[in-house]
């Protein structure tokens, strides 16, 4: 007999209840997703298709390489060589089996001792340590081919300066805020005109596929490499200036000494010299004074070679002739200030012209007096002094010049021989070349073009008319003549004229009785000046005088420069009564 089981009830039940749990939960993941999908599509979009553009594209900047400096014949005073950073993943390094085999390989190639190199390899809590900044390409070539685990390559760009020391002040230096970012020019020229030589980065898109490999590189925004500098200044002769430079440095130890040779004509600088030697490729390592361009950061006080210009003022003004005698007393005394000169003599009569030769503070003075404070103070400012010349070299002083306003009794009698003021040597350049360019001050120039474009000529504005050019000029040629305060810096043969200076320095609102500063600045030939020249002497030792000091290091600089620029001895007699207004400068 059949018979049929029927499922009780209760179990139905459970079975429904545990179908209707998993098919909510379902159904609650379901509507779980919806509303991430809805959340995700509709509010995290933007942000979500970002992340996913990062993961496949990469934006890169691409350096742009740093301009050239060069001088006006195309030689390379700096430049940017391609280098490598070398880096170290001291994780991997320190699981490799001999670490201090791979400092001792590595270490020579970059420039560190093995000590400096494992420390570096085996730094703790690091997965990147930098070894090396700006290592040769060369040098981390060999490293590549060593294929040692944990040590990689980052390619950057080494700042390079070929000659080292030459125009270093000038060149200036680079370096970045950290390492591994673009350098940018900390000093010199290098800062200046940093924007020009920059360039422009350009930048890169790269799209990559689910692996990281590259798939499609295209630029977005082209490189555009920094433009070269040209400057007006000559390397051969550079070379030589420093090299005379050395020389006054081991005779008599200064503390700064520097050299300026200038183009009349044009105002181009053909030369600035600084001394002591700064090495351009290891700034790091020099004195922070010795970087210092003593050319244009240098203010002190002129001394006797600041009489060219009371003269010149005096002559323009009517007030005196190159023949115009005055009587020099022994001293004089300005309540209780005792002006004297550098030797001692009794009452005599100087001529404008001997008081030049001669180098007569007593004369400055008398010369001053009768030209008055009003005009001399104008002719003070009318050459220059009191504000930058303008040369396109950063940290250029302007001096201290008195006001008239300011001027008081002592003052007509220490300011018409160059004491009680301040210049820097480029000003006294730059008013030294208006005597020899006929009267004509200019902006001396140190840039002959950026990029090929060249930098126009100042035009300059008249100071002093041609005719009182050339009496100075030719009342200056008696300082280089037999009884001049430099006779020992002519060069037979050679029209010269110029100036002595030897200036005590002012310590503690005192005049040092030890503490000198020596010059002279010189032109040749003096009847069509094509070089002037002023070497600048701070605090000598042993020696004092600008006669003795900066003069014979003119003369060691006329005597290179006259041949190799072309200059011709003048016919006899010489000095010359006529001398040749169309001989031009012969520029290599």
Same mark, same amino acid.
């Given at each position: #007999?059949?018979?049929?089981?029927?499922?009780?009830?209760?179990?139905?039940?459970?079975?429904?209840?545990?179908?209707?749990?998993?098919?909510?939960l379902?159904?609650?993941?379901?509507?779980g997703?919806?509303a991430?999908?809805?959340y995700l599509?509709?509010?995290?979009?933007?942000?979500?298709?970002?992340?996913?553009t990062?993961?496949?594209?990469?934006?890169?900047?691409v350096?742009?390489?740093?301009? #050239?400096?060069?001088?006006?014949?195309?030689?390379?005073?700096?430049?940017?060589?391609?280098?490598d950073?070398?880096?170290?993943?001291?994780?991997?390094?320190?699981?490799?089996d001999?670490?201090?085999?791979?400092?001792a390989?590595i270490?020579?190639?970059?420039?560190?001792?093995?000590?400096?190199?494992?420390?570096?390899?085996?730094?703790?809590?690091?997965?990147?340590?930098?070894?090396?900044?700006?290592?040769?390409?060369?040098?981390a070539?060999?490293?590549?081919?060593?294929?040692?685990?944990?040590?990689?390559?980052?390619?950057?760009?080494?700042?390079?300066?070929?000659?080292?020391?030459?125009?270093?002040?000038?060149?200036?230096?680079?370096g970045?805020?950290?390492?591994?970012?673009?350098?940018t020019g900390?000093?010199?020229?290098?800062y200046?005109?940093?924007?020009a030589?920059s360039?422009?980065?350009?930048?890169?898109?790269?799209?990559?596929?689910?692996?990281?490999?590259?798939?499609?590189?295209?630029?977005?925004?082209?490189v555009?490499?920094?433009?070269?500098?040209?400057?007006?200044?000559?390397?051969?002769l550079?070379?030589?200036?420093?090299q005379?430079?050395?020389?006054v440095?081991?005779?008599?130890?200064p503390?700064?000494?520097?050299?300026?040779?200038?183009?009349?004509?044009s105002?181009?600088?053909?030369a600035?010299?600084?001394?002591p030697?700064v090495?351009?490729?290891?700034?790091?390592?020099?004195?922070?004074?010795?970087?210092?361009?003593?050319?244009?950061?240098?203010?002190?006080e002129p001394?006797?070679t600041?009489k060219?210009?009371?003269?010149?003022?005096?002559?323009?003004?009517?007030?005196?002739t190159?023949?115009?005698?005055?009587d020099?007393?022994?001293?004089?005394?300005a309540?209780?200030h005792i002006?004297?000169?550098?030797e001692?003599h009794?009452?005599?009569?100087?001529t404008?012209?001997?008081?030049?030769?001669?180098?007569?503070?007593?004369?400055?003075?008398?010369?001053?007096?009768?030209?008055?404070?009003?005009?001399?103070?104008?002719?003070?400012?009318?050459?220059?002094?009191?504000?930058?010349?303008?040369?396109?070299?950063?940290?250029?002083q302007?001096?201290v010049?008195?006001?008239?306003?300011?001027?008081?009794?002592v003052?007509?009698?220490?300011?018409p021989?160059?004491q009680g003021?301040?210049?820097t040597?480029?000003?006294?350049?730059?008013?030294?070349?208006a005597?020899?360019?006929?009267?004509?001050?200019?902006?001396?120039?140190i840039?002959e073009?950026?990029g090929?474009?060249p930098?126009?000529?100042?035009?300059?504005?008249?100071?002093?008319?041609?005719?009182?050019?050339?009496?100075?000029?030719d #009342?200056?040629?008696g300082?280089?003549?037999?009884?001049?305060?430099?006779?020992?810096?002519?060069?037979?043969?050679?029209?010269?004229?110029?100036?002595?200076?030897?200036?005590?320095?002012?310590?503690n609102?005192?005049?040092s009785?030890t503490?000198?500063?020596?010059?002279?600045?010189?032109?040749?030939?003096?009847?069509?000046?094509?070089?002037?020249?002023?070497v600048?002497?701070?605090?000598?030792?042993?020696e004092?005088?600008?006669g003795?000091v900066?003069?014979?290091?003119?003369?060691?600089?006329?005597?290179?420069?006259?041949?190799?620029?072309g200059?011709?001895?003048?016919?006899?007699?010489?000095?010359?009564?006529?001398y040749?207004?169309?001989?031009?400068?012969?520029?290599?």
């Open positions: #007999m059949a018979t049929t089981t029927r499922r009780p009830p209760r179990t139905l039940d459970a079975i429904d209840r545990r179908v209707g749990i998993l098919f909510g379902f159904m609650l993941l379901l509507v997703a919806v991430r999908a809805a599509g509709l509010f995290r979009a933007r942000s979500l298709q970002v992340a996913a990062r993961q496949q594209v990469a934006i890169e900047p350096p742009a390489t740093r301009g #050239m400096i060069t001088d006006r014949s195309g030689v390379v005073l700096a430049l940017s060589e391609a280098a950073e070398v880096v170290a993943d001291p994780y991997l390094v320190i699981g490799h001999q670490p201090a085999k791979v400092a390989q270490a020579p190639l970059l420039g560190l001792s093995a000590t400096q190199t494992l420390a570096g390899l085996t730094a703790a809590h690091t997965g990147y340590k930098v070894l090396a900044y700006d290592v040769p390409a060369a040098n070539t060999r490293i590549a081919t060593m294929r040692i685990d944990g040590i990689s390559l980052v390619p950057v760009e080494q700042r390079v300066y070929p000659r080292n020391t030459l125009a270093a002040q000038v060149l200036g230096w680079v970045s805020n950290r390492p591994g970012l673009a350098e900390r000093g010199g020229l290098e200046l005109f940093n924007s030589l360039g422009r980065a350009g930048v890169r898109r790269t799209v990559n596929d689910a692996v990281g490999q590259a798939i499609a590189t295209r630029m977005t925004r082209p555009v490499n920094g433009r070269t500098i040209q400057l007006t200044i000559s390397a051969p550079q070379a030589e200036v420093e005379v430079l050395a020389g440095g081991a005779e008599w130890h503390k700064a000494a520097t050299a300026i040779v200038i183009n009349p004509d105002s181009q600088i053909l600035l010299a600084n001394w030697p090495n351009a490729n290891d700034i790091g390592a020099t004195p922070i004074d010795d970087t210092e361009d003593y050319g244009v950061g240098f203010s002190y001394g006797s600041f060219a210009f009371t003269v010149s003022g005096a002559l323009e003004d009517g007030l005196v190159p023949q115009t005698a005055f020099v007393p022994p001293y004089l005394d309540y209780g002006v004297t000169d550098a001692s009794g009452y005599e009569t100087l404008v012209g001997q008081i030049l030769k001669y180098s007569s503070n007593i004369g400055a003075v008398l010369i001053g007096q009768r030209m008055g404070a009003t005009n001399f103070s104008q002719w003070v400012t009318r050459f220059g002094f009191g504000r930058p010349t303008g040369v396109a070299l950063p940290g250029e302007q001096g010049i008195r006001p008239l306003d300011r001027y008081d009794g003052s007509m009698y220490n300011f021989f160059g003021q301040a210049v040597p480029m000003q006294m350049v730059a008013g030294y070349s005597i020899a360019d006929g009267g004509i001050l200019r902006t001396p120039q840039i073009s950026v090929g474009a930098v126009r000529e100042p035009h300059g504005t008249r100071v002093i008319s041609a005719t009182v050019a050339a009496e100075v000029r #009342m200056l040629r300082v280089l003549n037999d009884g001049g305060t430099a006779s020992n810096a002519w060069i037979k043969g050679y029209d010269m004229a110029g100036k002595t200076g030897t200036a005590q320095i002012a310590v609102g005192n005049y009785s503490e000198y500063v020596a010059s002279f600045i010189g032109m040749v030939p003096a009847s069509n000046p094509k070089l002037v020249i002023a600048v002497v701070d605090q000598p030792q042993g004092i005088y600008g003795s900066a003069a014979p290091a003119f003369q060691k600089i006329v005597g290179w420069a006259v041949p190799y620029f200059i011709d001895p003048c016919p006899a007699p010489c000095p010359p009564t006529a040749n207004p169309t001989a031009s400068l012969s520029l290599p």
